[in-house]
């Protein structure tokens, strides 16, 4: 399926590695999200997609023929910010239609053609009744939907989307998250979309990359990245509350293989035990490893139900409309909880904590934990 | 640790610009309280009112029944923390703390007890001697509580102190703060426009839009029994449907579909005078129960999914709902039950989950504004 593809790309400022050894592909028709925090390396590939800047190794490919050496100009790509640029003396409507406007565009274009996109466009992201306004008299979200605009107006080989919704409100960003999703469906072209926020990217997204310092932590649907991280960052970076972590010991208790943390022992399930494997350290003679748990996939019980329960003293409780959020202190850390329901208990109250262990995740440790 | 009652206040710039009009509210000794509204509500300026770093145009701010209009922040004994820790950096977190108690000239000894009691309770008791920097986010804070709680305030204020961290630090110091408000026994007042903030961390909330009180209550009352359509779709995220509907009679309500139409019960009673008339029914997005089968015995109307956007625990989907008008609404389900996009699926309202609303007016719960 013809596309982008970058092979082994590596982009170094001086000694400064920005991205490492990167090998993505994006499929024609497909939304495509890269995530990470600021300073990840996410908008350095984009630049490079789009030509602004050079690989230092490693081939991007567009429909399977290197671009390598094509200038920006002559690679087809549309691009938008999450600073607008928008031409102050130009009306919304002209600013929209601008990249139209080149004689090639032109002479493929009538004025009524260019009318309906330019309509269709706008209609699609809920700006149509600012047409006529210049930029001043728009507000930074309705100016960041005319820069979006303006970007997607073009028929172009693959869309670039770096952060265009940052500046709008809660509200704001939904409908304009839905309003690309339903673009993207119609058009039927890559769009990559860059973002800080991983609920945009679960949200939007056929597929995910999750950035951290310059290289990839995993790539795979929102489901996958959210059920089935694949290293502690990326189980760490999505989902709020994010998933827990702690560190433990493996060992051996009546031949019952088990995680140690805080001097509580939890068996481990049996199919578990071969992923485990390969995550496990050794630490001074002890088999150390991380375990990863959503605050969902924890139980808490006024008494003890299983043999893997144990006790803990509640830190903090809340309680909203939907559910009851309860923190525990484990090790020097917060360990989040989430029920549904109201939950009958109170502050300092014991409790039984129970893990759903089909859903205990176990990972090499490599970032900090940091401590609370 | 004082009760603290707003009467009647307001706020306007240069005899012109209204910025708080009217406010009315109590917060009990030992209070959480949230003043959440969006930019630009008047929920800042009322803070800086309370804090007394903004002169009160009109009304009275009384603090266990005495008028503090004209005393200084100093006087009113108020601590105040806001988003940066804003700590010194070259002092040590004992200095840092013990700095508003040297400020007043309190003894040597006696602003080492001080420290002590305030540094355990907080738990930075074994990092007394370093630098804050040397801290985690969670960390810092905890010091710049310390020294805003040291002085023992009658009024804890906090202006969006964690809106901006990311998800894992939000987690901890949400935990944190609602735990040192019970712990000390404080009166709080947390300032925000995040509603799920809000909503997770207080016991009333004090709604504001346009520099007036929409609504004070409990967070079940506001979710359940919303004031007016401002507040039902500002507290809810997504915001709550709102389906064009006509009332049949002071216990039903009906939905026109192409076949006719379907008639749905619901809790409470509707005035006579709505009757026979046309009416707005709202509908939370996490309180409609979705089937992908039609049950038997309970009305319901079919729609047809048009979204999926998937976040994580939970996904939103977008259906294209078979009434008169194709409205669009929003439906919450557990992540792991998705659905297609393209497939119909029949949605039930519970009866005790109906509002009705005419114009911006809820008709179904009465006067539900309390400033209690």
Known sequence: MAGVRLEHVTKAYGKKIAVEDLNMEFKEGELFSIVGAAGAGKSTILKMIAGIEKPTSGTIYFNERSVNDLPPQRRNVAMAFETYNLYPHLTVYKNIAFPLTTPKARANLTRRQERERVEEIAEFLGIKRLLDRKPVQLSGGEKQRVSLARAMVRKAQVYLLDEPIAHLDARLKFSTQKSLKRMSRKMGTAIIYVTHDYREALGLSNRVAVLNRGRVEQVGTPKEIFDTPATDFVARFIGDPPTNLMDGEILKKDGQTCFRTANFDIEIQEDLLEPLESVVEKEGGKSTVRMGIRSFHIRVAGEKKSRNAFQLPIYAIFRTPEGTMLTFELENSFLQVSLEGQADFGMSDKVWLDFDQEHMLFFKKTIKIAKM | ?372
């Open chain 2, 1 to 372: 640790m004082s009760k603290l009652e707003i009467k009647g206040v307001g706020k306007v710039y240069g005899g012109k610009v209204v910025a708080v009009r009217d406010v009315n509210f109590t917060c009990e000794d030992g209070e959480f309280l949230a003043i959440l509204g969006p930019s630009g509500s008047g929920k800042s300026t009322t803070l800086r009112m309370i804090a007394g770093l903004e002169d009160i145009t009109e009304g009275e701010i009384l603090f266990d029944g005495v008028r503090v209009n004209e005393l200084s922040p100093s006087e009113r004994n108020i601590a105040l923390a806001f988003e940066s820790y804003a700590l010194y950096p070259h002092m040590t977190v004992f200095d840092n703390i013990a700095y508003p108690l040297r400020a007043q000239g309190v003894e040597k000894s006696e602003v080492r007890r001080r420290v002590m009691a305030i540094a355990k309770e907080l738990r930075v008791d074994d990092v007394l001697q370093k630098r804050p920097n040397s801290l985690s986010g969670g960390g810092q804070q905890r010091v710049s509580l310390s020294r805003a709680l040291i002085r023992e305030p009658n009024v804890t204020l906090l202006d969006e102190p964690i809106s901006h961290m990311d998800q894992r630090l939000r987690a901890v110091m949400r935990a944190q703060v609602r735990r040192i408000h019970n712990e000390l026994k404080l009166t709080t007042i947390y300032v925000t426009h995040d509603q799920a903030e809000a909503v997770t961390l207080c016991d009333r909330l004090v709604v504001m839009n346009h520099a007036a009180l929409q609504q004070v209550g409990t967070v079940d009352e506001i979710w359940n029994r919303p004031a007016n359509k401002f507040v039902a779709t500002f507290v809810g995220e997504p915001q709550m449907n709102f389906i064009a509907a006509t009332l049949e009679d002071r216990s039903h309500v009906s939905i026109a579909t192409g076949r006719g139409k379907v008639v749905f019960p619901f809790k409470g009673e509707a005035p006579e005078k709505y009757v026979g008339g046309p009416i707005t029914l709202g509908v939370r997005p996490q309180e409609i129960d979705l089937a992908m089968v039609m049950e038997e015995g309970r009305p319901s109307i079919a729609g047809s999914v048009d979204l999926v956007e998937f976040q994580g625990e939970n996904a939103i989907l977008t259906l294209k709902l078979e009434d008169r008008n194709q409205t669009e609404i929003s439906v919450a389900v557990l992540g792991h039950k998705l659905g297609d996009v393209g497939e119909r699926a029949s949605l039930c309202f519970r009866d005790d989950k109906i509002h009705l609303f005419d114009g911006e007016t809820p008709i179904l719960y009465g006067e539900t504004f309390s400033s209690s």
